[in-house]
């Protein structure tokens, strides 16, 4: 199993530019988080799914959107991409909601915004 | 509301020696904890977490935590430091009757080991 997938793995873009990160799990689990990472701050959630067709905002979701394709999909999206959201993007997987259940985090996303 | 508070953001220890990485959470109540990983360009992977079953967790590579309820901390220890063991380490804390997606990550511990 490959676990927790995510395209590309690094991007620069210029200011305004939009792109879409993409996540992939194959292993079956329900729910599925984006975050980023930020040197001193630990991470913080952006958006999650805790379902096929749901998505919901997190802690840091303005500038963002996502797209919950399908069980194994979830995309996150900058439409006007500013510096301010330079930082490393991870995708992660829980089979459920539950507070106990462990997240399985995918390589990540080096994003720079010039 | 919970956080976490991970105390020291760079530990340096010799080969050999012992890893002590500290954590503290607060919570009203006990919750989950989690010790994450993550190597050097790399997600992060879980070394061990506590479910509210025995307060010693052991996890993978010889690492350890043990739950203090009075302390309100969740250590994370290592007899024997290695070469490999130099990576970032983050703990977490969600919420006992809460939900994954609360789960709150501390700033982080870069554990250098010395040769």
């Known amino acids: 199993n490959a676990g927790v997938t995510q395209t590309p793995k690094f991007q620069v873009l210029k200011t305004g530019q939009s792109m879409t990160l993409q996540c992939a799990q194959d292993?079956?689990?329900?729910?599925m988080y984006w975050y980023r990472q930020d040197p001193g701050m630990g991470l913080r959630l952006i958006y999650y799914?805790?379902?096929?067709?749901?998505?919901d905002k997190g802690e840091v979701p303005n500038g963002y959107n996502v797209s919950r394709l399908n069980k194994r999909e979830f995309s996150l999206r900058l439409e006007s991409a500013a510096p301010s959201q330079t930082s490393v993007y991870f995708c992660a997987s829980t089979e459920g909601l539950a507070g106990g259940d462990t997240q399985y985090f995918g390589p990540g996303t080096r994003l720079t915004v010039l | 509301a919970q956080s976490v508070t991970q105390l020291g953001s760079h530990v340096s220890v010799s080969e050999g020696a012992l890893v002590l990485l500290r954590c503290n959470y607060s919570?009203?109540?006990?919750?989950?904890l989690f010790w994450y990983v993550q190597y050097p360009n790399q997600g992060l992977q879980l070394l061990l977490k506590?479910?509210?079953?025995?307060?010693l967790v052991k996890g993978i590579n010889g690492f350890e935590a043990e739950f203090k309820k009075s302390e309100t901390s969740f250590h994370l220890t290592k007899p024997s430091a290695h070469m490999s063991d130099a990576a970032e380490y983050f703990c977490a804390v969600s919420p006992h009757l809460g939900s994954a997606r609360q789960l709150t990550f501390g700033s982080g511990t870069q554990l250098t080991v010395l040769p």
């Open positions: 919570s009203s109540v006990p919750p989950y």
């Open positions: 799914s805790a379902s096929e067709g749901t998505t």
């Open positions: 506590y479910t509210s079953a025995a307060t």
């Open positions: 292993m079956n689990h329900n729910s």
